[in-house]
T-cell receptor
């Protein structure tokens, strides 16, 4: 059974800093991995999707890397802004169709 | 593009009643939709996988007779919580998988439905 761990659980930093959020998963036999953000009481917004054959994906200030063999992914946020405050979730997709989620990193960017 | 809607966004019901939640893919067809549940300060947990025109596949520990799933069309899946009890109170989120183009296998999530059972 896939288990996903996200570190840190919470992070509070002043705006402008570059951040790294970490995700590790126990079963490396995955098809892809998605990063999401979730605002309080809301659904999920897909940020990046990395296929198992890829090493990284970039979208704007976000960059996600994937080391499938070691079961790790990182989300890099450049020049953080208060609007980036949210919970960030990583979710690898294994043999089954559904995603397995970590508990997320609760991020607060101080103005 | 790739917008998923849910209705209702929140519902309060009495214990013992049934509640239906709709999940729609607004601008794409989704042969597969997924239902997740999220308790406060917990991870999202997959409940079931819904395939259009066939029976849903439930995760271990999820009662199929309690959580009825119907996926009658390529754009609509419904989750009915039957005989709801307070312990069913949760945030229910659906997702749909996009099949075409470069976003193959990417899942897009609805805004969620907050269910409170009194």
């Amino acid at each position: 059974k896939q288990e996903v761990t996200q570190i840190p659980a919470a992070l509070s930093v002043p705006e402008g800093e570059n951040l790294v959020l970490n995700c590790s998963f126990t079963d490396s036999a995955i098809y892809n991995l998605q990063w999401f953000r979730q605002d309080p009481g809301k659904g999920l917004t897909s940020l990046l999707l990395i296929q198992s054959s890829q090493r990284e994906q970039t979208s704007g200030r976000l960059n996600a890397s994937l080391d499938k063999s070691s079961g790790r992914s990182t989300l890099y946020i450049a020049a953080s802004q208060p609007g980036d405050s949210a919970t960030y979730l990583c979710a690898p997709r294994g043999g089954a169709d559904g995603l397995t989620f970590g508990k997320g990193t609760h991020l607060i960017i101080q103005p | 593009g790739a917008v998923v809607s849910q209705h209702p966004s929140w519902v309060i019901c009495k214990s013992g009643t049934s509640v239906k939640i709709e999940c729609r893919s607004l601008d794409f067809q989704a042969t597969t939709m997924f239902w997740y549940r999220q308790f406060p300060k917990k991870s999202l947990m997959l409940m079931a996988t819904s395939n259009e025109g066939s029976k849903a596949t439930y995760e271990q520990g999820v009662e199929k007779d309690k959580f009825l799933i119907n996926h009658a069309s390529l754009t609509l899946s419904t989750l009915t919580v039957t005989s709801a009890h307070p312990e069913d109170s949760s945030f229910y989120i659906c997702s749909a998988r996009l099949l075409a183009g470069s976003s193959y296998n990417e899942q897009f999530f609805g805004p969620g439905t907050r269910l409170t059972v009194l």
